[in-house]
């Protein structure tokens, strides 16, 4: 079965722009996750979405945001971007039968 | 609060040892532990996951053992090979992925 898209793989945006980044998970997975990596902070998360509802929400300031369409499919959006926010985007997908996260191989978006 | 943490946090050994990478958890109320490989600048690859009803996991060369009592993990890898390089990471749920910082495994020709 094909495993969790994410697209695009690199971007490079302008300090105060703003970016979306598309997450499709696993047919059937109606749960998707996102996290920030960086080298500094390792992986933190950011929110996870369940049959379009926000679920659980980490400590991001409200420039970040996502969202949830009815076909799971997922985007988070980061506006008025910082150098800070230079880092790899990784998504996860779940099903709630317990057997575990499955991760895209994440946008590695640059600020400059 | 679930805290994870993985030691050592770099390792580095000649091709064809057998070798171990621990992986503990503060709170012993996990519903499972999963097992994560990251090549550089890749995603995640899951290697592992062990239900907590389950003392261990194997696929191929890989054993990953589970003790929820002592709230530790192994990551057994058996005669290791260059391609193996790489950070690995363990996790465990709890309304989110709590995470370790991984263990930077070089495995010299």
């Known amino acids: 079965k094909a495993g969790v898209t994410q697209t695009p793989r690199y971007l490079i945006k302008t300090r105060g722009q703003q970016v979306t980044l598309s997450c499709s998970p696993i047919s059937g997975h109606r749960s998707v996750s996102w996290y920030q990596q960086t080298p500094g902070q390792g992986l933190q998360f950011l929110f996870e979405y369940f049959s379009e509802t926000q679920r659980n929400k980490g400590n991001f300031p409200g420039r970040f945001s996502g969202r949830q369409f009815s076909n799971s499919r997922s985007e988070m959006n980061v506006s008025t971007l910082e150098l800070g926010d230079s880092a790899l985007y990784l998504c996860a997908s779940s099903s709630p039968q317990g057997d575990g996260y499955t991760f895209g191989s994440g946008t590695r978006l640059t600020v400059v | 609060k679930q805290e994870v943490t993985q030691i050592p946090a770099a390792l580095s050994v000649p091709e064809g040892e057998n070798l171990v990478l621990n992986c503990s958890f503060t709170?012993?109320?996990?519903?499972?532990l999963q097992w994560f490989r990251q090549d550089p600048g890749k995603g995640l690859t899951s290697l592992l996951l062990?239900?907590?009803s389950q003392r261990e996991q194997t696929s191929g060369r890989l054993n990953a053992s589970l003790d929820k009592s002592s709230g530790r993990s192994t990551l057994y890898i058996a005669a290791s090979q260059p391609g193996d390089s790489a950070t690995y990471l363990c996790?465990?749920?709890?309304?989110?992925?709590?995470w370790g910082l991984g263990t930077s495994l070089a495995v010299n020709p």
């Open positions: 709170d012993s109320a996990i519903y499972n």
């Open positions: 996790a465990v749920p709890q309304r989110k992925l709590i």
């Open positions: 062990i239900q907590s």
